[in-house]
């Protein structure tokens, strides 16, 4: 709110936006990533904020050490946009304490909240200036930094952000909204309800042969998977007789049968045919 009262006299004056591109999800998230600093430093490409606005100054909070020819490689795509990369207008910043939690799987922004001489250096290098923190996936250590730099945060409160990141209510608001939708389940906690809900997914959309599965809590592609109910042994069965009972196919007497072989074969199916 703070930040969206000013955003317009910010935006026309110079000002320095301070990237921390931490991943504040889930700790059992963050366990499955590969590389995670790699991951958070993906956002490296926010260096591009220089050519949007010449009033803007970068600080990036990087979780590993930029080599020279990294560098040079996006001073070379900048100097294009003549833009430079000199050091008044980008700065980068290794939280000191990074190397201590390397094997720890901590976001970046508890890393740099545990790290007061890097938080120092941070607060002198904008100080005196307008300012603002962006984060990715905000937790409350990234409001803990922008509160110890007096600075606004552009973020929602991880509380609101965990929302947006649970499939199920993602889907709960478009419904709200109007949103058209394609057949789902959702709210799926138990072995028993996920073949109970396929099941009758399957049964009343024949059509659609592709089906998706998403974990509530899984960030970009992560906890995503498919298959094709093609490979179902009753599939062919199931059209056929769904054209026998025509319009009364939504009846449930009409495709009981089915259902208790879906609940024997889907598990088996699975196993073999989710990618």
Not at 79 to 104: C, G, T, W
Request: proline share 4%.
């Amino acid at each position: 709110i703070q930040l969206g009262r000013i955003w317009s006299d910010f935006e026309s004056s110079a000002h320095t936006i301070v990237h921390l591109p931490s991943l504040g999800c889930h700790s059992s998230i963050r366990a499955g990533i590969q590389n995670l600093e790699l991951r958070q430093n993906s956002q490296i490409a926010r260096l591009f904020d220089l050519c949007s606005n010449s009033n803007t100054r970068v600080v990036y909070i990087s979780p590993i050490e930029l080599r020279d020819e990294l560098l040079e490689y996006y001073s070379e795509i900048l100097s294009k946009q003549e833009v430079s990369l000199s050091r008044d207008k980008f700065q980068f910043l290794i939280p000191n304490h990074m190397a201590d939690f390397e094997y720890n799987k901590l976001s970046l922004a508890t890393v740099l909240a545990h790290s007061p001489r890097s938080l120092r250096r941070l607060k002198h290098l904008i100080q005196g200036q307008n300012s603002y923190l962006s984060s990715d996936i905000p937790s409350i250590d990234d409001f803990a930094v922008a509160d110890y730099l007096n600075i606004p945060i552009l973020a929602a409160y991880p509380d609101k952000m965990e929302l947006f990141h649970n499939k199920s209510h993602c889907h709960r608001i478009m419904q709200a909204t109007g949103v058209a939708t394609p057949p789902r389940a959702t709210d799926i906690w138990t072995q028993t309800t996920l073949i109970s809900k396929f099941s009758d997914l399957i049964i009343l959309n024949l059509d659609t042969t592709k089906w998706v599965f998403k974990m509530n809590h899984a960030i970009e592609a992560m906890g995503i998977a498919s298959c094709d109910i093609r490979h179902l042994s009753c599939f062919d069965l199931l059209r056929r007789d769904r054209v026998r009972y025509g319009h009364n196919w939504g009846q449930r007497w009409a495709h009981e049968s089915f259902q208790s072989k879906l609940s024997l074969e889907i598990p088996i199916f699975l196993l073999k045919h989710l990618k």
